[in-house]
């Protein structure tokens, strides 16, 4: 399966040209960029780990390139996201945000129905991965 | 404007007092003077007296009959600081092209009004005026609400910045759709468009206005066989996922019932219809609240009053005060589709709610109808999405080349080169009803 997260999942990935551009446009917002790395890529799993802080001061999309490769090196086989963040008044959030490296083999989610009174169900997704092995260990080749 | 034989206000107390029948202008319902104060909630009409009425006289009766006012002089009004009650018609312009037509500014005292009411609101600015008989007609154009009064309002229950760190969906528009055919599939049937057009690549499907719990598909069973196509959509594509829940029933009472079902399910979101009224709506703003929903509004019934320019109420008013009540969505038209829509006009209804969420009807028909299936529909939408905002991203002109980037995304992705080939000359070209008269004049700001 492949994780449809992040708004640009539907399309082949992106070259580093293609991202290279979409940070661009980021910085071009104003907007701080940011690199985010998992091995939990559950819909619900909020926070990702940092790879360093948002990139506040940061105006030229090499840099953001840069930071890219060296957590690509140092984290193969993981997700990893570019966040885009708004600090300006009533956003003050992730305003656009975009996987960038997958693991070579995506697993995907179990559905567990939990069956209760009536016809009712308690649903709850659990990642393959994660159930086979500790963070760190999860999607090795 | 004024003519030089419209009545003034008689400002001698005896006279303005005397048992009898005066003009509304007489009784101190126009004032050219009046300079509205920031705490005034303002309102602009647009009247259409009847032959041979005066329009300020007609304005002032509108001012007259939306607050204080009634037909006759009563002595009781000198109990009160009847001057500050009284709305006042201050400004008075022709509609532009419209022959005898009217717009008119009205100002109400912010203590005209019960806090946090909607109900309130509108059973005075559209409670009576709108039956009077020396108006042919009068629509609420707009209204200009004070901050002091629209902070006694809860607002929406989650809003766009808290529904998208829920979802953890950001940076382009989220794509929905309309199960069809809105009447008649089974609860099982039903689940299953829900299931395709998710799995396809839609973040949300939804219930259309009139659908509750008929005998084809009673509500439990909707819920439960909606909730199973969204969990797995969801595991399928470790993305989040949501089905709106129309919860729309006969009484309150039904209505908490079947939210607390869809709670119990684990549905981030419900829907309720605008027909079931202002009051219900801000119920449930509220319970959403206390349960961590998303709140989306359908605006079913608007079209009764909000489409005709000469008489109703203006969509723009419609959606300010669904701002208040508290509703996260609301259906605002869409720019190009079946349902009518003036292309400006409805960039400013959505400028009124800042939603960035795009849903559109067309996407329904669009996602359900597609030659290779719901799932294949809903893939291409969504690929062309993402393809727009890529190349919008990238800097490239995506109204002049929005055609050659979706050929190119059409050669590698099918279930778009089928929808561009079944639909790609398809237009809803018909002129709008509802466009804007309003010619704005050059002013020292």
């Known amino acids: ?141 | 404007m004024g003519a030089a034989d419209t009545p003034q206000q008689i400002l001698d107390p005896k006279k303005r007092y005397q048992a009898g029948v005066l003009k509304y202008a007489q009784m101190g319902y126009w004032n050219a003077d009046y300079a509205p104060k920031d705490t005034d909630v303002l309102a602009v009409f647009r009247i259409t007296p009847q032959e041979g009425v005066d329009p300020i006289e007609a304005a002032a009766a509108v001012a007259g009959e939306s607050s204080t006012a009634t037909w006759t002089v009563v002595w009781t009004d000198r109990l009160t600081a009847c001057d500050m009650y009284r709305a006042k018609a201050y400004r008075i312009e022709p509609v532009p092209g419209q022959e005898g037509q009217y717009f008119c500014w009205v100002a109400y005292d912010l203590d005209l009004f019960e806090e946090g009411s909607i109900a309130n609101l509108t059973a005075s600015i559209i409670g009576n005026v709108f039956s009077f008989k020396p108006l042919r007609a009068c629509r609420l154009e707009d209204m200009r609400l004070p901050v002091a009064y629209v902070k006694t309002f809860r607002g929406p229950p989650t809003g766009i910045v808290v529904e998208r760190e829920r979802l953890e969906k950001y940076g382009r528009p989220l794509l929905g759709a309309t199960m069809k055919p809105k009447l008649g599939l089974s609860g099982k049937n039903y689940g299953r468009v829900v299931y395709e057009a998710l799995r396809g690549g839609l973040d949300f499907t939804k219930d259309d206005e009139n659908i509750n719990s008929q005998p084809f598909m009673h509500w439990r069973d909707r819920f439960l066989y909606c909730m199973e196509g969204v969990n797995q959509a969801a595991a399928q594509t470790g993305e989040s996922k949501g089905h709106y829940l129309n919860i729309t029933a006969g009484t309150m009472e039904e209505m908490y019932k079947r939210a607390e079902f869809a709670r119990d399910l684990g549905s981030c979101i419900v829907m309720i219809d605008l027909i079931v009224g202002w009051t219900a709506i801000q119920s449930m703003s509220n319970w959403c609240r206390d349960n961590d929903m998303i709140l989306h509004l359908h605006r079913a019934g608007h079209g009764t009053y909000t489409r005709q320019k000469n008489h109703g109420v203006s969509f723009r008013v419609i959606a300010k005060w669904l701002r208040l009540a508290g509703v996260d969505h609301l259906h605002a038209g869409t720019a190009v589709g079946k349902l009518e829509g003036d292309p400006m006009t409805v960039q400013g209804f959505y400028n009124v709610c800042r939603d960035t969420v795009t849903k559109q009807d067309l996407f329904g028909g669009g996602t359900i109808g597609h030659p290779m299936g719901i799932q294949a529909g809903a893939t291409a939408n969504r690929v062309a999405l993402e393809a727009m905002v890529l190349a919008r991203n990238e800097g490239r002109d995506i109204a002049s080349e929005g055609p050659q980037i979706l050929a190119d995304a059409a050669r590698w992705c099918q279930p778009l080169r089928a929808a561009l080939d079944t639909w790609g000359d398809i237009t809803f070209n018909y002129t709008s009803t509802d466009t804007s008269d309003f010619v704005p004049t050059a002013s020292v700001a």
């Open chain 1, 1 to 141: 399966m492949r994780i449809t997260q992040g708004c640009f999942s539907f399309l082949p990935d992106l070259t580093d040209t293609q991202i290279a551009a979409q940070v661009n446009y980021c910085l071009e917002q104003g907007w701080a960029v940011a690199l985010e790395f998992t091995d939990d890529p559950h819909p619900r799993n909020t926070y990702w780990n940092m790879w360093g802080l948002p990139m506040f001061d940061l105006r030229d999309p090499a840099g953001v390139m840069g930071e890219l490769k060296a957590c690509r090196e140092a984290n193969p086989e993981t997700y990893v996201r570019i966040n885009a963040f708004d600090s300006t008044k009533g956003w003050e959030t992730v305003r656009m945000s975009f996987i960038v490296q997958r693991p070579t083999a995506e697993p995907g989610f179990r559905l567990v129905r939990q069956e209760t009174q009536g016809r009712m169900l308690r649903y709850t997704m659990e990642s393959y991965a994660v159930g086979r092995a500790p963070e760190g260990a999860r999607y090795a080749p």
